[in-house]
T-cell receptor, first 113, second 114 residues
Framework: NAGVTQTPKFQVLKTGQSMTLQCAQD?????MSWYRQDPGMGLRLIHY???????DQGEVPNGYNVSRSTTEDFPLRLLSAAPSQTSVYFC????????????FGNGTRLTVT | TQLLEQSPQFLSIQEGENLTVYCNSS?????LQWYRQEPGEGPVLLVT?????EVKKLKRLTFQFGDARKDSSLHITAAQPGDTGLYLC??????????????FGKGTKLSVKP
C-alpha cells in the first residue's frame, strides 16, 4: 500500500505566486488534514475534512484553501504565497474517530522568497 | 494557546542511558497519542493511551497516562541510536468528533550517541 502520498517533495516559490500541494491516500480514510511544521512550533492544523464535500478550518487557515471532491484526494492551495508560509507541510489521514491513528505523508518542504 | 507542554525540548544522551519525556496539560484529554518522527519523514504513531493510569509497553518504551488524564510520560530504557528522532504527543479534546480535535505538543528532539 502506498499510504499517504504527497507531491511535490520540495518547492520554491516567489512571493505572490500560487500553487497546489497534492495529497492522496489509498486507505479509504474518511478524515484528511493538512498541518504545517515550523521549528519550535510543533504541528499546527491548517484545514481538515471529515468526508468528501466537507471541509473545515483548523488553527492556522489564513492564506490556504482546500477542497475534497473525492475520498482519496485533499489538495492544499496557496493563493498568493508569502514568506511566512515557508514551512514543511504534512498531509495526514485516518478513520473518523478521534482515537484513530493519523497516517502522515512524508511532507512537502516549501520555501517562499 | 499551547495546551500541551512537552519537556525537555532537547535531549542528548549516550547509548545505554535511560530517559523520560513528559507531556503535560491543564486540560483533560479523552485519549493521548505518542508519535515519533525521523528527519525527512512524517510522524509515525507509537501508541494510544485512553484510560487514566494506563501503562503500555512497546519493547524498551513505556508509556503512562496520568490518573487525571492531563499528562503522560514516555520512558525509554537503554536507549539506542535508532531511538533518535522527534517525539510528539497529541491529545484528543473530546470523546466524539474527528481528528480535528487533536492537539499536538511541540515535541522533544532526542539524540542518542553511540
Amino acid at each position: 500500500n502506498a499510504g499517504v502520498t504527497q507531491t511535490p517533495k520540495f518547492q520554491v516559490l516567489k512571493t505572490g505566486q500560487s500553487m497546489t500541494l497534492q495529497c492522496a491516500q489509498d486507505m479509504n480514510h474518511e478524515y484528511m488534514s493538512w498541518y504545517r511544521q515550523d521549528p519550535g512550533m510543533g504541528l499546527r492544523l491548517i484545514h481538515y475534512s471529515v468526508g468528501a464535500g466537507i471541509t473545515d478550518q483548523g488553527e492556522v487557515p489564513n492564506g490556504y484553501n482546500v477542497s475534497r471532491s473525492t475520498t482519496e484526494d485533499f489538495p492544499l492551495r496557496l493563493l498568493s504565497a508569502a514568506p511566512s508560509q515557508t514551512s514543511v507541510y504534512f498531509c495526514a489521514s485516518s478513520y473518523f474517530q478521534v482515537r484513530s491513528p493519523l497516517h502522515f505523508g512524508n511532507g512537502t518542504r516549501l520555501t517562499v522568497t | 494557546t499551547q495546551l500541551l507542554e512537552q519537556s525537555p525540548q532537547f535531549l542528548s544522551i549516550q547509548e545505554g542511558e535511560n530517559l523520560t519525556v513528559y507531556c503535560n496539560s491543564s486540560s483533560v484529554f479523552s485519549s493521548l497519542q505518542w508519535y515519533r518522527q525521523e528527519p525527512g519523514e512524517g510522524p509515525v504513531l507509537l501508541v494510544t493511551v485512553v484510560t487514566g493510569g494506563e501503562v503500555k509497553k512497546l519493547k524498551r518504551l513505556t508509556f503512562q497516562f496520568g490518573d487525571a488524564r492531563k499528562d503522560s510520560s514516555l520512558h525509554i530504557t537503554a536507549a539506542q541510536p535508532g531511538d533518535t528522532g522527534l517525539y510528539l504527543c497529541a491529545g484528543a479534546r473530546g470523546v466524539g468528533g474527528s481528528q480535528g480535535n487533536l492537539i499536538f505538543g511541540k515535541g522533544t528532539k532526542l539524540s542518542v550517541k553511540p
